[in-house]
């Protein structure tokens, strides 16, 4: 049998060295510089440890096809414990509260509840976009920057009843930074032998009072919440969490961080890399600007108004095609078993690198190209399955996905509806910032009210 294919490791340092030598800014980049250079599947050793990445469509369906491969917790995941726990993300799938919590907000994420998320989604949109109405054609918009608050401000509001008012602040709420540098520093970690943390004093301390930051505030969330009257209480998720059938108070603390930080980072880099792709693309803008002028006019958007807003969810799948805003997932089989014709043993992890996945030629032509017809109804029968996965797969895919489309569905629908906007750089050029997601850095424009316009 033969290796799979991959840089020689050195005695001691595995590849480190090679990692090093290799000009990628981010994972992102080299994993797809390795790809060109060994193929759809390649391993490194790493501290003694050999990984495995994997995107060519035959293998990932290979695996994905077959129930004896499931998610891992992989060595980052598994350091965001420290902070996630057992919350729905980070839970191995045989421990007891991922089942439980998955049965108990499934519901919550069904056709019939995406109704209920709908004002909430609204009213933080218009405080965004009422903003910059009010701030006029001069203001500078950093979007990466509105959309995390304007993301972070709706998963609160709907999921918890909380208000975090991040546009009626100068900063962005303290639980972004604690969060950011806590999922950089998760990665850092994974990737350090212990005797070199230990010495680290400074970034243990930091991630020490950034684990703190969050936790106190998933706490007060929750004493706020057990202090109003019943009657008081809004029907959302932390509701059913604390229902009789709910959870144990521990892991609640855990869904609480867990829906903070997945339902918003990935929704606001996927926010930013459209908006990125519409200026980069005007033919495509003026199509979808008609689409939204045909369907809303002026009027504010309604919920029924979503279904007829197709074209928009090609653009937004097209976008997660390019820019899968959550990268990577890593699976494992529960046996040895053969992959690709190489050998994986029971304790491996693979891990399905999406930027890749998604550009194989063998699946799709051109692969760079931003072409949002590739999502029209008539032709999505010609995308194979697996071959698109920004929302993971299997059991242990994203709870989130119809609530992270609808938000996204409107948010755009609305800004394509009231403004023109204008890069302030107008020969910006895509730079993309990876913490364990990515989203596009510095992209800053100018937001002219249509209706204002001569
Ligand atoms: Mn989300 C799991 C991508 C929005 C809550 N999400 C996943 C996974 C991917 C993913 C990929 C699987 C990861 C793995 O296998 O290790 N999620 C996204 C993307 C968006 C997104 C690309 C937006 C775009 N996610 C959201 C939103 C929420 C959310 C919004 C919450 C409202 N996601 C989750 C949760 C899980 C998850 C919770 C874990 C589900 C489970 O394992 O049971």
Not at 108 to 114: D, K, N, S
Not at 282 to 307: K, N, S
Request: charged share 20%; proline share 7%; net charge negative.
């Amino acid at each position: 049998m033969s290796e799979i294919p991959g840089p020689k490791p050195l005695p001691l340092l595995g590849n480190l060295a090679s990692v090093l030598s290799t000009s990628a800014q981010t994972n992102v980049d080299f994993a797809r510089e390795y790809h060109e250079r060994y193929g759809p599947i390649f391993a490194m050793t790493l501290g003694g440890q050999r990984m495995i990445f994997a995107s060519g469509h035959a293998l990932v369906a290979e695996m994905c096809a077959d129930p004896r491969w499931s998610k891992s917790v992989h060595a980052t995941l598994a350091e965001v414990r420290a902070f996630a726990g057992d919350g729905l993300f980070t839970a191995h799938t045989g421990e007891p509260n991922w089942a439980a919590a998955h049965r108990l907000l499934m519901p919550a994420f069904g056709p019939m509840a995406m109704r209920d998320w709908f004002p909430g989604m609204l009213d933080i949109a218009e405080q965004m976009f009422t903003r910059w109405a009010r701030f006029g054609p001069d203001a500078v918009i950093d979007v990466g920057d509105d959309m995390t608050r304007l993301t972070l401000d709706t998963i609160a509001l709907t999921a918890f009843g909380l208000r975090l008012n991040s546009f009626y602040s100068e900063t962005m709420h303290p639980f972004v930074g604690a969060m950011t540098r806590s999922l950089v520093e998760a990665g850092a970690r994974s990737e350090r032998l212990p005797a070199v943390q230990s010495l680290m004093l400074g970034a243990n301390r930091r991630y020490r009072a950034d684990i703190d930051t969050m936790r106190g505030i998933t706490e007060r969330i929750v004493a706020d919440r057990i202090a109003q009257p019943a009657e008081d209480r809004p029907d959302d998720l932390l509701e059913r969490m604390l229902g009789t059938d709910g959870l144990p108070a521990g892991n609640i603390q855990y869904q609480l961080a867990t829906f903070l930080i997945a339902g918003h980072e990935t929704t606001s880099g996927l926010l930013t890399f459209v908006t990125h792709e519409l200026l980069a693309h005007p033919a495509l803008l003026a199509r979808a600007r008609q689409t939204v002028d045909r369907v809303l006019g002026d009027r504010t958007p309604a919920f029924e108004d979503l279904a007829d807003l197709g074209y928009l969810g090609q653009i937004l799948r097209e976008t997660l095609r390019l820019h899968p805003t959550a990268p990577a997932f890593a699976l494992t089989p529960d046996q040895n078993l053969t992959l690709g014709g190489y050998e994986v043993s029971a304790d491996e992890d693979v891990l399905v690198m999406l930027p890749t996945l998604h550009r194989d030629p063998a699946v799709w032509a051109d692969p760079d190209t931003f072409d949002p017809d590739r999502f029209a109804p008539e032709r999505m029968a010609e995308i194979p399955e697996y071959a698109w996965m920004p929302f993971g797969h299997g059991a242990r895919a994203c709870i989130g996905r119809p609530f992270a489309l609808q938000e996204a569905t409107l948010v755009l629908a609305m800004m394509l509806q009231r403004f023109d906007l204008e890069r302030c750089d107008p020969d910006y050029e895509l730079v993309i910032q990876e913490t364990l997601t990515i989203k596009p850095k510095d992209l800053r424009v100018r937001a002219v009210a249509r209706t204002s316009r001569p």
